[in-house]
């Protein structure tokens, strides 16, 4: 239900510093302000605690950006759009698997208004970037009144839909590292509708050495309070060859280690079943792209 936004103070900060010392001042009555597609919308709806103050950095110049690739990994500014994630050639050649998943992302104008960096802040278990980044190895920066400090995604997430930030603290930047040799990565979605978000999704990577899998990283989503690692179904592949009866194996194990809810997306039950076939198509590909 919509009802009226409550007064709240906007504080447009044209510096990180500046950022940072209105964060502290509002403690736990202020939020930052990214794209404000999830932000505004909770606070219409009266879902979280509404804020006194919102900390925009919309204003900081300099936080929009995505540098690297060529065989690089890829730094992300807090002000990066999921829709310049997608459009970017350096993502689209070097770090297929993460605009793959981009491109799954609901419509246009979500992509254009959410930021990348918002969307993992949101702290969903269904989002679609963070499985990605799990099986990329990625970090994020933190900035906070006492310095910065730097955490792997897989330590951001706190079940659920939460995150590790204190009142004071922002994310400024998401790295990824540069994709091993030999390696191929894939990422699965399944939803009702382009536009909705996913029933499960899953991103494997696999790297591979003489026909034989050296190391295999796989991420599932929407079947946990966080997105999750399957780590058993990681050991399962390490050192094998990965032959199809293999990967119907993983696919299987892989459900296992889901622990899916009920909701009005899909059973729990259905879920499991969807996690053993994702799986099994994003290791099938991911196999292949590694060659
Ligand atoms: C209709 C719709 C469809 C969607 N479909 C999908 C989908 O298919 N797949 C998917 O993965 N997601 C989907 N989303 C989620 C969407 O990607 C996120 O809502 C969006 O990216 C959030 O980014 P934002 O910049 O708008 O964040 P904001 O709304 O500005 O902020 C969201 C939260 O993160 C905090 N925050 C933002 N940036 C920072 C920062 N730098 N440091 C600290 N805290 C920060 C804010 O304080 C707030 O609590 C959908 C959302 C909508 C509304």
Redesign the pocket.
Known sequence: MHRTLRPFELLEPESIPEALQYLSKCGAKG???????????KMRRWQIKQPACLVS?RRIPGLNYIRGGNGRGLRIG?MTS?RALELSPEVKEGFPVLWEAAH???SIQ?KT???V???L??ATP????APVLYILGAKLRIAGPDGKKTVAIEDFFIPVCQNI?EPDQ??TELTIPAIPAGSGAAFMKL?HTK????RVNAAAMVTMADGVCKQARIALGAVAPTVIRASKTEKLLRGKKLDKALIAEAGELAAKESKPISDLRGSAWYRKEMVAVLVRRALELAAERAK
């Open positions: 939020k930052v302000l990214a794209g404000g597609l999830d932000l505004i919308q950095i807090p999921i799954q992302i609901a979500v208004m959410g930021t960096i918002g969307n802040c949101v269904a989002s679609d970037i930030l922002f994310v939803a536009a909705c978000i996913a």
